[in-house]
């Protein structure tokens, strides 16, 4: 869904200096928490195809789970756990450091998959994830388009179908997330809206250019960051009554 004007363009308007990247972001974000990390979760963590921008201590053991049966080929983890979210297979304060990039708009039951993230951190443990917000172009569409329509488009932008899930979006605004939170035992460290190229829009000259047009524009006033492609955030376990 790429053509020779679109390709031009975008390495006029996003040239490899263009930083604003929400896994690099995240990177960023959750190197501080590494170090002290011995035992990690990666919730949803896949095959591994796009690698991890960060990088652990060597005695940091990295457990993945997901329901995808490929788990198994992930070369970055040294335990891959087949299982649901909502129903962890790991003991009460398992791990110091849980991990989510792009996993939560899969969840039906978010408030679930919360609270069996804070029962596995240990005590002052931190969960980092970034997700796709529902008030963006792309989320909204996502939303209200069958998943048939998903798998078409990943199609023509190089993904395998199989590689496409049901997505439901009930943790995908800041809104929504501060509702839930109060729910669990989490505190809200930070939520931070973040834009990205329209990559989805590269089918044609007309269509990049009108979501570079908007990138710019959402990104350069921050009335307008609920409107951002992504939410990076960071909780910290404390030791709260959950509801």
Known sequence: MKCLRTEYWRSKLYPEKWTQD??????????????????????????????????FEEDTTLFGIDLDTGLGSNPYLHHAVIAAAEELPFSNESFQLVIG?????????????????????????????????????????????????????NKKRGRIEKDTFPTYYGFNSRSRMKRVLGQTGFEP????????????????????????????????????????????GILRKVERKIV
């Open 101 to 153: 990039i792009y996993v939560f708009e899969h969840f039906q039951y978010p408030l679930h998959v919360l609270r069996e993230v804070h029962r596995v951190l240990a005590r002052g443990g931190h969960f980092v994830f970034l997700t796709p917000n529902l008030f963006h172009y792309v989320g909204l569409i996502s939303l209200l388009t069958p998943l048939s329509f998903h798998k078409w488009i």
């Open 22 to 55: 929400p896994v690099a972001a995240l990177a960023r974000e959750i190197t501080p928490f590494l170090g002290a990390s011995r035992r990690v979760l990666d919730l949803g963590a896949g095959r591994g195809r796009s690698g991890l921008p960060f990088s």
């Open 189 to 232: 460290v930070m939520l931070r809206s973040l834009e990205v190229q329209p990559n989805y829009l590269l089918w044609s000259l007309p269509t990049f250019v009108a979501g570079a047009l908007y990138e710019r524009m959402v990104s350069r006033f921050e009335i307008l960051s609920p409107f951002r492609a992504c939410i990076l």
